[in-house]
């Protein structure tokens, strides 16, 4: 009685369920990308066409984007699904505007005639927001766009001389931004080397998809690639405004401010060049599998079942010796549990050999539970 409880126990700890399948894992997916996507030099002209006092204005102008994004790649090697899903304001989508100016004033007075470049001045300023990724389909907030005016700003006010004129150039600057845009169009998985078939493309956002990764081995890892795909729309101005004030003949002479409009080429729908992004992920182990449920004792009991016959066969017409009666009450007692688990013999031993056998069917079935719950896993 006293090892009952004990049994009782390791029978509930076997019938507790298996041991759950690992959590589905989270690895960084922070795609990015740097370029310029406009370079290009520009020259005003001589304005006005003609007069004692002009003004030309060269520029070269550019460019450059920097987009940025952090989140995971979620897999869960039990369902075999894949999701991406971007940080809250992990996005940063910063435009940086720009251009080197130079100045080129003429001066036709009085029989003198010259023309002279002053300065080379650096203009930049940034043109940014920030995002929740991936701006796949489906984002509320998709395409993403910078739309504002930056500006006016002094670029410089310098005094100069020339053959005896003395003048000040004053510029100031402004950029218009109707729209600098970006959406994010789909996210592709290549195999682990990163060059072949493309396996799956999430082109919605928080999308999940099947990944099945055929050379997982338990314990092991598996190493994708995942690259970023979106495209990039600009449009946008920067104003330069020149004002020259020269004293021709001792008398003061300006021109200006112009309007000297800088437009940028516009670009609708460019692929931005997002690198691939490795991801690697842990194969779980399998469960250990569980040893076939047996009867140890259930077998070789029946047998004795068959061992107590051989008495009859000592005696075929019924008789027996005193020391038969005895030797047949002595199997009877050895066999007491299998007969009660059979219904075979109900004189046995009495409640003694009943008790055992409910134990035994308890165990027994017990072990059949477990065997059947704790059935090997396979990692797909």
Not at 9 to 21: D, F, S, T
Not at 47 to 68: C, D, Y
Not at 252 to 262: K, S
């Amino acid at each position: 009685m006293t090892r009952t409880p004990f049994v009782l126990a390791a029978c509930l700890v076997a019938l507790a369920p298996a041991a759950a399948v690992a959590a589905p894992q989270a690895q960084p997916f922070d795609p990015s990308a740097q370029w310029r996507p406009t370079e290009f030099p520009f020259e005003s002209g001589f304005i006005p066409a003609s007069g004692p006092l002009r003004v030309n204005v060269g520029a070269a102008a550019f460019q450059e984007a920097l987009i940025e994004m952090t989140g995971d790649a979620n897999y869960d090697f039990e369902t075999t699904m894949l999701d991406y899903a971007g940080d809250e304001d992990g996005g940063l989508f910063r435009n940086r505007l720009g251009a080197e100016v130079t100045v080129t004033i003429a001066i036709n007075f009085a029989g003198i005639e010259t023309e002279f470049e002053i300065g080379l001045w650096d203009i930049a300023e940034d043109a940014e927001l920030v995002f929740d990724p991936y701006v796949l389909p489906g984002n509320p907030v998709r395409p993403i766009t910078v739309a504002e005016s930056i500006g006016p700003f002094q670029l410089v006010e310098q005094p100069f001389m020339v053959l005896g004129f003395d003048g000040v150039l004053e510029v100031d600057y402004e950029f218009e931004v109707p729209g600098i845009s970006f959406a994010g169009t789909r996210i592709d998985l290549d195999d682990a080397e990163g060059e072949g078939d493309i396996s799956v493309s999430h082109a919605v956002e928080n999308e999940q998809q099947a990944v099945l990764f055929a050379d997982a081995e338990p314990r092991g890892t598996v190493a994708p690639w995942a690259q970023m795909h979106g495209v990039f729309s600009s449009a946008l101005v920067l104003h330069v405004y020149p004002t020259v004030t020269v004293n021709l003949g001792g008398v003061p002479f300006t021109i200006g401010p112009f309007d000297v409009a800088i437009d940028y080429p516009v670009l609708t729908d460019e692929p931005v060049p997002f690198d691939d992004r490795p991801l690697q992920y842990d194969v779980p182990a399998l469960p250990d599998p569980e040893p076939e449920p047996t009867t140890d004792g259930g077998a070789d009991e029946s047998g004795g079942a068959d061992e107590s016959g051989g008495a009859d066969e000592s005696g075929g017409d019924g008789a027996t010796t005193e020391g038969g009666a005895d030797d047949s009450t002595g199997p009877g007692e050895g066999t007491g549990g299998s007969a009660g688990f059979a219904g075979e013999n109900a004189d046995g031993c009495g409640c003694t050999s009943s008790r055992q056998s409910d134990l035994g069917g308890l165990l027994l079935g017990a072990f059949v539970a477990l065997g059947a719950r704790r059935r090997r896993r396979r990692v797909a």
